[in-house]
C-alpha cells in the first residue's frame, strides 16, 4: 500500500472514531446530505427519507464545489457527469 501511494502521490491520513472533526470533508458532506434529506422530508412526510438518498448524493456529485471550482464527480472520474442532477430526480 505504501509503495502505491508513493507511486500517485497520495497522503493517507487517518482519524480515530471518537474525534470525528480530524475528518472534515467527509462530515462536512454529511451535514449537507443531511439537510438535503431534512428538507426533503418536510416537504414529503409520508415518504420514507432513504428513499431520496441515491438522488441527493447524485445532486451532490454532479453540484460544483466554490472551494475546487469542480464536482465530485469530475475529482474522481476526469469528467463531467453526462445526466445532470434534475433529469436524475425527475426519472
Not at 502521490?9 to 482519524?15: A, E
Amino acid at each position: 500500500m505504501k509503495d502505491l501511494c508513493s507511486l500517485y502521490d497520495i497522503k493517507m491520513t487517518f482519524s480515530s472514531v471518537s474525534h470525528p472533526q480530524s475528518n472534515g470533508s467527509v462530515e462536512r458532506f454529511h451535514a449537507t446530505l443531511l439537510e438535503m434529506i431534512r428538507t426533503h422530508v418536510s416537504e414529503n412526510p409520508s415518504e420514507h427519507p432513504f428513499n431520496i438518498l441515491p438522488y441527493a448524493v447524485q445532486c451532490y456529485n454532479s453540484t460544483r464545489n466554490k472551494t475546487t471550482g469542480f464536482t465530485p464527480y469530475e475529482l474522481v472520474f476526469g469528467h463531467t457527469s453526462g445526466r445532470p442532477p434534475e433529469h436524475v430526480y425527475l426519472e
